[in-house]
């Protein structure tokens, strides 16, 4: 016993931390929600100012709807117990975006009023997803079954066919379309288009359509794929920044990125499955047989790029079409990233955006391209279970 | 932590009562006492005789044995103790005298010989960032041992004990690491640090030769045993098994220096480094506490406001909750104390998937809590349970505050162990 500790009758300071440690992130579910929801402000803006207050209104009434109804569902058995407002805006919101402007109010030459189909499709929404096990369960996204039931349903009523003009931005009607026939070629991209005066907007042909009538055959005359990227689709300006006709949330590519980036910022969505989506979306379109020309006997050619009577450079131009006139990547973005579809682990996230990108290849050139990467999607999904069991995470220890 | 400058331990005023663990394992027979009413000097034994795995019960300071009690430890375990009324001198004060060992030490190749001296001098660790070291060193005389791997990283960098101690007693930290590598036969060295945050630990390290101070980021929860062994050696150590059984030995700087200062002071461990973080002043308590002590003895001193509050014994996400009177010994040495929780009525998983990404051990957490829930051993198993280190890292993370810790403690008490 030879050293004698002092004593410190007064205490010393505490020493101050400047962060609190907090037991919980803070992060809850509708907080998760109501991020996915602020990630689809950029594309919805971007589809008001181009398809204009019928577009809000659209949105509005979608939303409005599976709101009101998810308050009154929350109440059914429980599994009602399950559905979440928050989680059921987003949700709505999403489908709001895969809606075009037009249904809004009325079409002028329809039979029947149109307007009633967005409130449905709001109120389907939260009976769908109640159908499919409510928050986190369902392996089939909601939206994507209600989207599929509004196709069956409505058919080509759903297809948009207008977009503002520059001067009407925000405010214009999008069925203000002057004598309504479509223009058949444009040159111009809408950023430099000459205004037509005394309408809003322009009926013009879609990409889409023009695309798909190639790759099915549909010219009644002859057209080579050089003649189909230069003379019959609209510049491709107007796919990337905007000035197509469209949903009201694929109104613009760059849009729909910055909203994918905003989700990858916070933390949301894992950057690996839009960006395998899109990589594997375009190597199976560069290898997928393709129709060089369509004439009297339309002549498909396996990995066209290699074809020396077409050239690298139209295929690739082909190629960047078909990718930026579907909805991939609204698609890759804001529905396959989705917790309730899309695998836990990473390996089976990639493989399981591989498989889609595959798939919505071959959907979009065979069957679909407005419609084909859901289909992918729907396919896909229905094997995340799988997936997350064979692909577990390996135990570090 | 963001303390700037690494802040000293003063000594906590010698309570009147000290509660000092016979063993540090529960469920246990407790080694034979003096009888009571025994008037003991600081640093005597206190029992008569303990089992080989045990360190000696010694009294931290003069006092007068009453008799036996159960207490709970740090880490929440229960154990039997022997409580001691502290002796006061002349001026009523209680006597802190650090005593010093008896006998001389043992040959410098005596490998037995300096486990013994280590058994005698009472010095326990046994927490999570540094395995029980008897266990490790009785081990090591089984099998050999070709690492020895001081953490200098703290199991919560809100409260950087490691880091202090390392920085205070570098010499004899390097001494204390040295010695273990000695009495295991161990031929490389590691001091993992944060190298940054201690340039003058790694400075002394480098110059002491035949060890290396190895540069690690001080990440939650990179201090456990699992976690480092596998990070550091790639070595895979099921969470609850010795680093031993992998052929290294594995302590932190703390348990370091009280075997350096065995080596160098000739002291038993009578008192240990503490830091409890207040979570509603958001400020951090550090003291030098006797080996006996209770946290009801710091919460006093400090007059650290507690009602209704909650205490945590090590790291805070790993949720181990104790009781105001857990007695210091050798388990955990950071403590919290945090308003009591509030209820919370989880949300149902929404498959978000943070909890795989931020789990350490690579396992599937929501995977297992749903096997829990449907009591699937062999889906639990699957989905990696055995790898679970319970670092709580799943619980944060939870946007649905599901309680997937608490879950996976449930399945391993119900049979599968890790």
């Known amino acids: 016993m030879d050293t004698v500790l002092p004593i410190t009758p007064e205490q010393p300071p505490p020493i101050e931390a400047p962060e609190t440690v907090l037991l919980h992130s803070g992060m809850n579910v509708p907080g998760v929600f109501l991020t996915f929801a602020s990630g689809a402000i950029f594309p919805m803006t971007a589809g008001i100012a181009l398809y204009g207050w019928r577009a809000m209104l659209a949105i509005a009434l979608v939303v409005s709807s599976a709101m009101s109804m998810a308050v009154v569902w929350r109440r059914i058995g429980l599994r009602g117990g399950q559905i979440r407002v928050a989680h059921m805006l987003w949700l709505s919101v999403v489908l709001a975006m895969m809606l075009p402007a037009h249904l ?32 986190g369960v369902g392996r089939v996204h909601p939206v994507l079954a209600t989207y599929l039931l509004m196709v069956a349903l409505f058919g080509t009523i759903l297809n948009p066919g207008s977009v503002l003009q520059r001067n009407s931005l925000f405010v214009g009607d999008v069925l203000d379309v002057g004598t309504g026939q479509p223009i058949a070629a444009i040159k111009d991209p809408w950023s430099s288009r000459p205004i037509v005066p005394s309408q809003a907007a322009l009926r013009l042909p879609r990409a889409s359509e023009q695309l798909h009538a190639f790759t099915r055959g549909n010219y009644d005359s002859w057209v080579s794929m050089d003649a189909l990227v230069r003379d019959r689709v609209p510049p491709i300006q107007d796919l990337i920044l905007g000035g197509q006709p469209g949903p009201i949330g694929m109104a613009s590519i760059v849009a729909i990125a910055i909203g994918g980036l905003f989700l990858l910022y ?43 009577r077409v050239g690298w450079a139209t295929v690739m131009t082909f190629v960047h079409y078909e ?54 999607l729907l396919v896909g999904s229905l094997l995340t279970p799988y997936l997350d069991r064979l692909l577990r995470p390996k135990p570090l220890i | 932590m963001r303390v700037t400058q690494h802040p000293t331990f003063d000594p906590l005023p010698t309570p009147e009562i000290l509660r000092v663990p016979l063993t540090p394992r529960g469920g246990v027979e407790a080694p034979t006492i003096r009888p009571a009413g025994t008037r003991v000097a600081a640093g005597e034994r206190l029992a008569t005789a303990v089992s080989q795995l045990d360190p000696w019960p010694i009294a931290p300071v003069a006092a007068e044995i009453v008799g036996t009690c159960s207490i709970t430890l740090t880490n929440g375990r229960p154990v039997p103790a022997v409580e001691l009324s502290t002796i006061c001198d002349d001026s009523g004060v209680p006597e802190f005298l650090a005593p010093t060992l008896e006998a001389a030490p043992p040959a410098d190749n005596d490998r037995g010989g300096w486990i013994d001296r280590l058994r005698e001098a009472g010095l326990w660790i046994d927490r999570w960032t540094s395995p029980n070291l008897l266990a490790q060193l009785h081990d090591s005389l089984k099998r050999p041992i070709d690492t020895v791997v001081c953490s200098v990283l703290d199991g919560d960098p809100n409260l950087p004990i490691g880091a202090a101690i390392a920085s205070q007693e570098t010499e004899r930290l390097i001494t204390g690491v040295r010695r273990l590598a000695k009495i295991t036969g161990a031929t490389k060295i590691l001091v993992v640090m944060q190298r940054r945050l201690l340039p003058d630990v790694a400075a002394a390290v480098k110059a002491a030769g035949g060890m290396s101070a190895v540069e690690m980021v ?24 010795l680093p031993s059984d992998l052929g290294v030995l594995l302590v932190d700087s703390v348990a370091a220096v009280a075997v350096g200062r065995v080596e160098i002071d000739e002291q038993p461990m009578t008192s240990l480094p503490v830091a409890l973080f207040h979570h509603s002043r958001n400020s951090t308590h550090l003291a030098t506490m006797l080996v006996g002590s209770s946290l009801h003895d710091l919460l006093e001193v400090r007059q650290v406001a507690s009602g209704g509050f909650v205490f945590r014994g090590g790291d805070v996400l790993r949720d181990r909750r104790i009781s105001r009177h ?61 790898a679970c280190v319970e670092c709580g890292l799943c619980d944060y993370v939870c946007p649905s505050r599901l309680p997937i810790l608490l879950g996976i403690r449930t399945m391993r008490k119900g049979g599968i162990k890790g």
């Open chain 1, 266 to 308: 916070r933390g949301l969505i894992d950057y690996r499955i839009p960006l395998l989506i899109m990589l594997s979306l375009m190597l199976a379109l560069y290898v997928l047989p393709v129709p060089i020309v369509i004439s009297e006997k339309t002549d498909w050619r396996w990995l066209a790029i290699r074809d020396p």
């Open chain 1, 323 to 376: 990718m930026l006139a579907s909805p991939a990547l609204f698609m890759a973005v804001f529905m396959a990233t989705d917790p309730s579809v899309r695998p836990m682990a990473k390996w089976a996230r990639a493989v399981y955006a591989i498989v889609i990108g595959i798939l919505a290849a071959v959907s979009q050139r065979y069957i679909s391209i407005s419609g084909g990467p859901f289909v992918a």
């Open chain 2, 218 to 241: 001080n990440d939650y929860p990179q201090a456990d045993p699992s976690i480092l062994l596998a990070t550091l050696l790639k070595r895979k150590l099921r969470p609850g098994r």
């Open chain 2, 326 to 386: 857990a007695v210091m010994a050798g388990s955990e040495i950071a403590l919290h104390a945090s308003p009591g929780p509030t209820s919370v009525n989880p949300d149902p998983c929404i498959r978000c998937g943070w909890c795989v990404e931020a789990c350490p051990s690579n396992i599937h957490p929501a995977g297992l809590l749903d096997s829990v829930q449907r009591r699937d051993t062999k889906a639990a198993e699957h989905y990696g349970i055995a």
């Open chain 1, 104 to 135: 809004a109010v009325n079409l002028e030459n329809a039979d029947w009023q149109v307007w009633p189909i967005l409130p449905a499709a709001g109120a389907t929404l939260v009976i769908l997803n109640w159908l499919l096990g409510g928050l």
